[in-house]
């Protein structure tokens, strides 16, 4: 069990009853992003705000990371008023709208083109911002979602490549490289650095005698899992070697993009519980709260970890037992964690779940039934 450090059992005491609350401590996404530098020296750090776009955390990466990575329109116009110094915009349904304000954006902007529609559309707003083709090649790596190696919709085949890149000379876009994010939640460092070797030859090949390359952007990935652990950054500088500051010596920029890493340690959910009961043999615990506004452990289906912080313990208290705890949703899939043993559990102890800051809230559904929000908290 991740301990809770002081400053947040704190707030989580703090917090009105019930309390439902996300907490966010912008130094946790700082210090990550410390640590990636540090193992990555040649590289740029632009953060992946879809992991997490709590106005506090963005404020702290944009002032630390070397720019922000956007997934639509709506982004790009937070992170820039976020203070973003520089963006990128991928996804792969970016409409006319979106592109003409890329074309518009007062901040340097790098569009990672998905399809030639894409390039087509960027000519015809007159972008004049680095353009990078988004390539799908390469083997599934592991992690939690494989965006390649596999049938997906985000960018273009290897083999429609040299096709793409003619479109885009033809055009008279500025073509700067290739963007080849794969994967995310990889806790492997030796397959994410295969990863990222294989992506840096493989565009030095794609560019040769076609355009200089000068930008390779190797996308998100490094692992973060909700459960605790995180990818071995020492292992992964190891496994990379000499190569990335040969390329960066002969003046292609090196991309990476994380969200998870830097975003999970940086957010938890707390949760008051609001009913203990045993049904069918089964201790429960009902909180305030639930998959409503994390919806984490039921998009993947796992036992998200909490620590007890225990109230007045007044009412019914179930004591040494392992308790599945639900939400507030009419839905038996309301399950923050479906068996966790305790000492001792009951109304009004505050549950809080550690690392929950990256794809937590932001993917969240908490229109359901119409119960109110959570706070939002920022530690300082
Ligand atoms: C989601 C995403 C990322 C971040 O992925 P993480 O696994 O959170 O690091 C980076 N780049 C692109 C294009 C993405 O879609």
Redesign the pocket.
């Known amino acids: 069990m991740t301990p809770i450090p002081e400053k947040i059992a704190a707030a989580v005491g703090a917090l009105e009853s019930p309390a439902s609350a996300w907490l966010y401590d912008p130094a946790a996404a700082t210090a990550r992003l410390a640590a990636v530098r540090a193992a990555m020296p040649e590289w740029t750090v632009l953060y992946?705000m879809?992991?997490c776009a709590n106005p506090a955390v963005l404020a702290a990466a944009c002032a630390a990371a070397d720019g922000v990575?956007c997934?639509s329109g709506g982004e790009l116009a937070a992170a820039r008023a976020a203070g973003a110094r520089r963006l990128a915009f991928?996804?792969p349904a970016k409409t006319p709208a979106d592109l003409a304000a890329a074309a518009a954006s007062p901040v340097p902007l790098c569009v990672?083109a998905e399809s030639i529609r894409e390039l087509d559309l960027l000519a015809a707003n007159g972008f004049t911002g680095p353009v990078a083709l988004r390539v799908n090649r390469g083997r599934a790596l592991p992690g939690t979602h494989q965006m390649t190696g596999a049938p997906t919709p985000f960018g273009m085949d290897e083999q429609a490549i040299a096709a793409a890149v003619a479109r885009a000379l033809d055009l008279g876009l500025d073509l700067a490289g290739f963007?080849l994010?794969a994967?995310?939640?990889c806790l492997d460092a030796a397959a994410y650095a295969a990863h990222v070797l294989d992506a840096l030859s493989w565009s030095h090949q794609a560019a040769a005698g076609r355009f200089a390359l000068r930008y390779v952007n190797v996308?998100?990935?490094?692992g973060a899992d909700p459960r605790g652990p995180v990818l071995d950054l020492d292992a992964l500088a190891t496994k990379l070697g000499p190569a990335p500051a040969r390329y960066r010596g002969a003046g292609v920029e090196l991309v990476v993009?994380?969200?998870?890493?830097l975003a999970a340690a940086a957010g938890w959910y707390a949760a008051e519980v609001v009913d203990v009961k045993t049904v069918a043999g089964q201790a429960f615990a009902i909180v305030r709260g639930g998959t409503h506004h994390f919806r984490l452990p039921a998009a993947w289906g796992y036992a998200h970890p909490f620590t007890v912080v225990p109230g007045p313990r007044d009412a019914a208290v179930l004591a040494d037992v392992e308790v599945r705890v639900c939400g507030e949703l009419c839905t038996p899939r309301d399950v923050l964690n479906g068996g966790q043993r305790v000492a001792a559990i009951g109304v009004g102890d505050r549950l809080v779940f550690a690392n929950a800051g990256?794809y937590g809230w932001e993917i969240s559904h908490d229109r359901f039934l119409g119960h109110p929000g959570p706070d939002m908290v920022v530690i300082d």
């Not at 993009?257 to 890493?261: D, F, I, L």
């Open positions: 992946a879809k992991a990575e997934a991928s996804g990672h963007h994010h994967v995310s939640n996308g998100g990935g490094l993009e994380p969200g998870r890493y990256a």
